[in-house]
């Protein structure tokens, strides 16, 4: 019975951080300022969250001088910027205020084009549960954890522009 109440009580205090975060990351001056001083080739391409949740990061880049190529596209490195943040935000989330702090890296990243990236592109990543649980577990073995997360690009019309998957490390601080 106190197992289940702490644990409903210990989820509790994880939405709740994750809806603080949630309210810093997506209000857009701070936003703004963030990929300013953290991701300044983020803040210039135009990076912006559409939507996030727990659950889920929906991530956009529109097509403007500053990030297209010579072939009349988005540049495949922003396309790549946009999806990593997709799951970033979402990993960023998982670990906001938490005790012990835990650290996170990209340690590999793979990425596939299917279509010319025209206009606005849309990066979901729906990884959300899956981020917290290996999150979980680092902390609780108190051993580095990895997980590939995967972010789908389509473009205004719903087509598959591209799509790429980021194996991210968890890792506990050392105090």
């Given at each position: ?52 949740t727990q659950q889920q990061a929906v ?117």
């Amino acid at each position: 019975m106190w197992g289940n109440f702490i644990f409903k009580i210990y989820i509790l205090s994880m939405h709740s951080s994750f809806q603080i975060f949630k309210s810093h990351i997506t209000h857009p001056i701070t936003f703004r300022l963030f990929l300013l001083q953290k991701l300044p080739s983020a803040f210039f391409a135009g990076v912006r969250i559409a939507l996030l949740t727990q659950q889920q990061a929906v991530v956009s880049v529109n097509k403007k001088w500053f990030n297209k190529n010579p072939f009349g596209s988005i540049y495949f490195a922003i396309l790549s910027m946009a999806a990593e943040v997709s799951t970033g935000v979402l990993c960023m989330g998982a670990l906001y205020k938490r005790k012990p702090a835990v650290s996170m890296l990209v340690v590999k990243s793979e990425g596939h084009f299917y279509k010319k990236a025209i206009g606005k592109i849309l990066f979901t990543c729906n990884d959300g549960e899956a981020i917290s649980m290996a999150v979980e577990e680092t902390i609780a073995n108190n051993t580095p954890t990895t997980i590939t997360c995967h972010s789908v690009g389509k473009n205004e019309g719903g087509e598959l522009v591209a799509e790429f998957y980021f194996t991210w490390s968890f890792k506990v601080k050392n105090a």
